[in-house]
């Protein structure tokens, strides 16, 4: 009775040993999780102000093109009207 009730107790305790074990296991497997998604938000974050950026650089292009665009077109429009008044001034 006595070695049965002391198995037992072993047994309860390399359980509890065991559960211990698997929690702190568990904890530090969920502190490496939180670490890599708070990295990965940093990444994110950073990219997405990166494309930010990019993209309003891309903006500010276009809209410099469309104003050379513009003005050249402008420029052609004045010298054909120019040359077109000309053409019949003769």
């Known amino acids: 009775m006595e070695a049965n009730r002391r198995e037992s107790h072993e047994r309860m305790s390399r359980m509890e040993a065991s559960m211990e074990e ?8 969920l502190t490496r ?3 890599l998604v708070e990295s990965n938000n940093r990444f994110l974050e ?10 309003d650089a ?3 292009i276009a809209t410099q093109i ?3 665009i513009a003005t050249r077109a402008t420029k ?6 120019l040359d077109l008044l000309r053409f019949n001034d003769k």
Do not use: C, H, P, W
């Open 76 to 81: 052609i429009d004045k010298k054909q009207i």
């Open 46 to 55: 950073s990219f997405s102000a990166d494309l930010r950026r990019y993209t």
């Open 58 to 60: 891309m903006n500010n």
């Open 66 to 68: 469309d104003g050379v």
């Open 33 to 35: 999780i939180e670490q």
């Open 22 to 29: 698997n929690r702190r296991e568990s904890n530090e497997r």
